[in-house]
């Protein structure tokens, strides 16, 4: 089985940084692509930021400069700056990845608990 372990969600000020985590552990092969994604209330839930195995990276246009995700894969780890928060980047962050585990022939979507990020004054 596997598992998404997310971290590093909490209140911050508009303007802060936070900094989210997510491990992915279990009976792994590979992992095709890893990312985060956030659901506010009264809201679907989005795609904030993606990277691949091979590094290629996609922003929701809404946090273009200011977040930065980043990915390693000996670590089966992605992390998620995020920089300049707004009151609007308040939502549950999500990870989620794409994984082929052990003795499977095809790849699932997997995805972590959850993590609350809230910026307010």
């Known amino acids: 089985q596997v598992q998404l372990v997310e971290s590093g969600g909490g209140l911050v000020q508009p303007g802060g940084s936070l900094r989210l985590s997510c491990a992915a552990s279990g009976s792994i092969f590979s992992i095709n692509y890893m990312g985060w994604y956030r659901q506010a209330p009264g809201k679907e839930r989005e795609l904030v930021a993606i990277i691949t195995s091979v590094g290629s990276i996609n922003y929701v246009d809404s946090v273009k400069g200011r977040f930065t995700i980043s990915r390693d894969n000996a670590k089966n780890r992605v992390d998620l700056q995020m920089n300049s928060l707004k009151p609007e980047d308040t939502a549950v962050y999500y990870c989620?990845?794409?994984?082929?585990?052990?003795?499977?022939?095809?790849?699932?979507?997997?995805w972590g608990q959850g993590t609350q990020v809230t910026v307010s004054s």
């Open positions: 989620n990845a794409l994984i082929l585990t052990m003795g499977s022939l095809y790849s699932r979507n997997y």
